[in-house]
């Protein structure tokens, strides 16, 4: 298997790991938008790495911010 620099990438695969982070991007603004946390913040930061962000942001959810909204609930 050949491995690419960044010098050496074909164009097909910036423009995949473009698609990419795009999408990243635009799942965790949506997201975040219909839970009211941050949603410009997560937008930008799932623009940085794939899938690091998306990883932290479901554990959040799942976890702390789950816990939030059922202690206010009560």
């Known amino acids: 298997m050949k ?3 960044p010098e050496e990438m074909p164009v097909w695969g910036w423009l995949l790991v473009a698609l ?3 999408t990243q991007s635009s799942i ?3 997201k975040a938008r219909k839970i009211g ?3 410009w913040l997560w937008g930008i930061v799932g623009l940085i790495q ?3 962000p998306s990883i932290i942001f ?3 959810w799942k976890t702390v911010w789950r816990r939030k909204e059922t ?3 009560s």
């Open 28 to 30: 965790l603004f949506i």
């Open 20 to 22: 990419i982070l795009m």
């Open 3 to 5: 491995h690419y620099g």
């Open 58 to 60: 479901f554990i959040l």
């Open 71 to 73: 202690k206010g609930k």
């Open 50 to 52: 794939f899938p690091v």
């Open 37 to 39: 946390k941050a949603p």
